[in-house]
Structure formats: structure tokens, C-alpha cells
């Protein structure tokens, strides 16, 4: 594709030569003969030093947003969003071929996708998803996810690939990273579903304002917004909205849609929309507000309550959110994603109120990561289980036994038993030696992964096959 074709909807300096351009990179180590190389200013690392040594290695042009006095340079005013839009016209607009719905918040964004996604099949349309779990193309998986919302280059042809396969939805997680690196600039959203803001990601935003503000920005380039009444951030992300809004709800009569007679049992819950009964087989609170979501989406899309309300009522689990393990012991063993106070007070809050024995919770915090919650995560779990079990989850480059030092201040002067065991493995064996009948563990916060981060290095770790073979022996 021809260099002005790329940028022609990108304002730009001066093209001095209109060069064939056969891909677009902004990783130096991707660099191949021909491709157009932009250049982006990070946290740690701007990528402008480069122009000259990828120029060297074969690119034919470098996007810049600042004068290096390079022939080959384009100047642009922001490359992140250049890079964005370039993306889409590399790969013919597919996005917009389609109808996009994202769905951005601290905790229920993969389990509201799922949901979305299950609505629309279930009513004969094919939909395509991308988030934290993996990257799907209808029942077709594309690939395991790397990042929630991926880079622009990945992203669009993901969606070209999807809509060269008939699929007609992408129902997508919007990170609030991704929003504010520009990696959805450009994309028009037909829907967008805010499901909650808690405190996450603050080693990245630095604060919670500016973590709403990066939320913020998919509710400003979407046609339709719903947001989360009972949130008590809903009002902020209204503030961002520029077309339309709708609000969901299941305190609130008067949000365009009201979740009452709300029942939680142990094998799911119920609650009536308009005139109809809903019955989804997956227990909890947090599935309430996340279905409720999903079905004002998917009405907005014209799919009728009746409908989401048969779809829903075959939702299997979704794939390390409260997924329960087939154990044959009399106790029960739960895997969760929990990785905020917030999704571990949910959690353990929903197993505590049907659990006949004690609760169980074992976790640990992500090194690298935002340190402020750590003690907010050892209070939630103390206040909801019965005893809790410390341990480490992906340390990345921080010593194991520093994060648990900085998680251990949140259990002071809560009576609730706890031991700590910086090994992960031994600490969930621990949990399963110590069982009693009746009780139920819930492993936090690996959820879905099948590998712990240590170091620099991703280690094989799928927490299913650890209890798998501690049973079996």
C-alpha cells in the first residue's frame, strides 16, 4: 500500500517519496524490508533514537513527531494516534464493517463479553471476541490473549480477519492502558458497557482520576454508552459521554433498566427485567450487574429481552471466574481471577453465603504492579473468609517476600487465621492437606493464566493441573 494511501487520514508534513509500504512496525526488533517504522515516546523509552537504525535495516519511512532532519521522516502530531489510524487503513477499515462493542471497567469486563458474545449466537449471529482469556473468531480461536486490547497492528488485522469471516460483532475489552495509549483512536464503538471503577492500575495512572479519565475516553467515541448505575463512578463516566447514554441498574427504578426481585442462590442467579425472568446458571452478585449489562447491549442491538434471557440461561462458566474444579473430595476447590479488593470481596462475599463449611482464601498480589492495593487485598480477604493463605502470583522482578511484606499491614488487628507461604505451589497444597468437609478454598488471582511470571521469564503454571496431581497422590 502506498505511503499517502496509509496517512491519508492522518495530517502530515511533506511526503518526499510515495513509497510501497509492506507493513507497519513500532517494535525495532519487527523491523522487515519495507515496512514504515513509528516512532512512539513511552514511560521508559522513546523509540525516536531508533529512526536512523531502522532506516539502516530496511524501512522506507520513518513516522516522527518531532524534526529529526531525516529524508525519510513524516512529522505527524501524535504518533501513537497515527499509528492507530495507519493500522485500520493497512487493513481496510474492517472495523467499521462491522458493529464494535466495547466493554471497559476495573473488574466484570471478561465476563460480560462472554455473555454479549453468548447472546448473539445464541440469536444466529456470528460475533468475534478479544480480551483477557484469548482471541476468537465465532467458535474459531484465534489465539490466546497477550494483552486484553492488543496493539494497533495485531487489532486490526484481527478485525480484518474476522470480518473476512462473516462475522458481524466484535464484542472487545477496552483496557484502560489501551485507552490511553490511543490503541482504539479512530474506531467508532456502536456500544459501550461501563461495568465498575475500584482501585486498580495505579502504578500506571498514578491516579484514580486519571484512571477514570482513560476510561472515559471509550464512552467519548461511542454511539450508545450504558453504564453502571450503582457504580458510584457511573456519573464521572457519564460526564465523558457524547452520544447516547443508557443506565443499568438493580437498585435504581428508574434506570432504563431495572434488575428487581433479585434472588442469589448457590447454583446461580434470578432477577426480572421488564416482564421478564431471567435464571443464569453462575452465582453471585457480580453476575447480576454483568448480565444486566450484557442484555441492555444486546437489546440495543435489537435482540429482544426474551431471547437474552433463553441465551443466558445456558451460560456455562467462563474460564477462571469462580470456575469451580472437579475434585471428587469432599470439599469444594474454586479458581478466580480476583486481583482487586474489590473482585476479592465479590468473590468470597458470593461463596461465603452458600458455603457450609469455612471459606478459604488464598492469594497473592502481582509484582510491578500497583502497590497501594496490596493491603486492600489482604483486608477484603480477611473480612470474607475464614482463613486466609498468603502466597506470591507473578512477582516479575520484585522480591516475593517484599510484596508480602507490603501485603501483611492490611490483616493487622483482624482476628481471621492466617499463614503465609511465599511458594505458590506449597501453599495450595497446604490448603488442600488442610481441608476440612464441607469447606470451600478459592485460589485468587491467577484465574485463566496457565503461567506464573518470574523474573523476566513466563514459567508454566496452570493451577487446575497442581491440584489435579496433589490429588492424585
Request: proline share 2%; aromatic share 8%.
Given at each position: 500500500?502506498?505511503?499517502?494511501?496509509?496517512?491519508?487520514?492522518?495530517?502530515?508534513?511533506?511526503?518526499?517519496?510515495?513509497?510501497?509500504?509492506?507493513?507497519?512496525?513500532?517494535?525495532?526488533?519487527?523491523?522487515?524490508?519495507?515496512?514504515?517504522?513509528?516512532?512512539?515516546?513511552?514511560?521508559?523509552?522513546?523509540?525516536?533514537?531508533?529512526?536512523?537504525?531502522?532506516?539502516?535495516?530496511?524501512?522506507?519511512?520513518?513516522?516522527?513527531q518531532s524534526d529529526l532532519e531525516i529524508p525519510e521522516q513524516i512529522i505527524v502530531e501524535d504518533t501513537k494516534k497515527a499509528l492507530a489510524l495507519m493500522c485500520a487503513e493497512f487493513y481496510h477499515n474492517s472495523h467499521k464493517k462491522?458493529?464494535?462493542?466495547?466493554?471497559?471497567?476495573?473488574?466484570?469486563?471478561?465476563?460480560?463479553?462472554?455473555?454479549?458474545?453468548?447472546?448473539?449466537?445464541?440469536?444466529?449471529?456470528?460475533?468475534?471476541?478479544?480480551?483477557?482469556?484469548?482471541?476468537?473468531?465465532?467458535?474459531?480461536?484465534?489465539?490466546?490473549?497477550?494483552?486484553?486490547?492488543?496493539?494497533?497492528?495485531?487489532?486490526?488485522?484481527?478485525?480484518?480477519?474476522?470480518?473476512?469471516?462473516?462475522?458481524?460483532?466484535?464484542?472487545?475489552?477496552v483496557s484502560s492502558q489501551a485507552l490511553a495509549q490511543e490503541r482504539c483512536h479512530g474506531i467508532e464503538f456502536d456500544c459501550a458497557v461501563f461495568t465498575n471503577l475500584t482501585t486498580d492500575h495505579l502504578d500506571y495512572h498514578k491516579t484514580m482520576e486519571n484512571y477514570c479519565t482513560s476510561k472515559g475516553k471509550l464512552f467519548a467515541q461511542s454511539k450508545l454508552s450504558l453504564i453502571n448505575a450503582d457504580d458510584k463512578n457511573g456519573q464521572l463516566i457519564f460526564g465523558f459521554v457524547k452520544g447516547?447514554?443508557?443506565?443499568?441498574?438493580?437498585?435504581?427504578?428508574?434506570?432504563?433498566?431495572?434488575?428487581?426481585?433479585?434472588?442469589?442462590?448457590?447454583?446461580?442467579?434470578?432477577?426480572?427485567?421488564?416482564?421478564?425472568?431471567?435464571k443464569i446458571p453462575i452465582p453471585g452478585e457480580f453476575t447480576v450487574y454483568n448480565s444486566i449489562g450484557a442484555v441492555a447491549c444486546c437489546n440495543a442491538m435489537g435482540i429482544s429481552l426474551e431471547d437474552c434471557a433463553k441465551a443466558l440461561s445456558k451460560m456455562s462458566g467462563v474460564p477462571g471466574r469462580a470456575e469451580v474444579l472437579e475434585t471428587d473430595t469432599p470439599y469444594t476447590v474454586i479458581i478466580d481471577y480476583a486481583h482487586t479488593p474489590d473482585a476479592m470481596?465479590?468473590?468470597?462475599?458470593?461463596v461465603k453465603a452458600v458455603s457450609k463449611g469455612r471459606v478459604v482464601a488464598l492469594?497473592?498480589?502481582?509484582?510491578?504492579?500497583?502497590?497501594?492495593?496490596?493491603?486492600?487485598?489482604?483486608?477484603?480477604?480477611?473480612?470474607?473468609?475464614?482463613?486466609?493463605?498468603?502466597t506470591t502470583d507473578n512477582p516479575r522482578t520484585e522480591n516475593p517476600n517484599e510484596i508480602i511484606e507490603d501485603i501483611l499491614p492490611g490483616i493487622k488487628n483482624i482476628s481471621t487465621p492466617c499463614a503465609v507461604i511465599?511458594?505458590?505451589?506449597?501453599?495450595?497444597?497446604?490448603a488442600l492437606k488442610n481441608a476440612k468437609e464441607n469447606d470451600t478454598i478459592v485460589l485468587?488471582?491467577?484465574?485463566?493464566?496457565?503461567?506464573?511470571?518470574?523474573?523476566?521469564?513466563?514459567?508454566?503454571?496452570?493451577?487446575?493441573?497442581?491440584?489435579?496431581?496433589?490429588?492424585?497422590?
Open positions: 500500500m502506498l505511503l499517502s494511501h496509509l496517512l491519508k487520514n492522518v495530517p502530515h508534513s511533506e511526503i518526499k517519496e510515495n513509497v510501497n509500504v509492506t507493513s507497519i512496525v513500532s517494535d525495532s526488533r519487527q523491523v522487515t524490508k519495507g515496512c514504515v517504522f513509528v516512532c512512539i515516546k513511552g514511560e521508559n523509552f522513546d523509540s525516536h533514537t531508533l529512526a536512523r537504525d531502522v532506516l539502516n535495516d530496511g524501512a522506507v519511512a520513518v513516522i516522527v462491522m458493529k464494535i462493542i466495547g466493554v471497559t471497567g476495573t473488574n466484570g469486563k471478561t465476563s460480560t463479553t462472554y455473555m454479549i458474545k453468548q447472546i448473539l449466537e445464541y440469536s444466529g449471529k456470528k460475533a468475534g471476541l478479544i480480551g483477557t482469556v484469548a482471541y476468537s473468531s465465532g467458535k474459531e480461536k484465534i489465539s490466546d490473549s497477550v494483552l486484553t486490547t492488543p496493539e494497533p497492528q495485531q487489532l486490526h488485522r484481527m478485525f480484518y480477519s474476522m470480518q473476512s469471516q462473516g462475522c458481524e460483532y466484535c464484542v472487545m475489552e447516547r447514554a443508557q443506565f443499568f441498574s438493580a437498585k435504581t427504578e428508574n434506570a432504563d433498566f431495572y434488575a428487581h426481585d433479585v434472588k442469589l442462590e448457590k447454583d446461580g442467579c434470578e432477577y426480572t427485567l421488564g416482564n421478564v425472568s431471567f470481596e465479590n468473590i468470597l462475599s458470593t492469594f497473592g498480589c502481582g509484582g510491578n504492579r500497583d502497590k497501594s492495593k496490596r493491603p486492600l487485598m489482604a483486608k477484603a480477604a480477611a473480612e470474607n473468609a475464614d482463613y486466609v493463605i498468603i511465599p511458594d505458590r505451589t506449597y501453599a495450595i497444597e497446604f485468587c488471582g491467577k484465574g485463566h493464566e496457565t503461567y506464573q511470571i518470574i523474573g523476566e521469564n513466563k514459567h508454566p503454571y496452570d493451577e487446575r493441573k497442581i491440584v489435579r496431581n496433589y490429588l492424585k497422590k
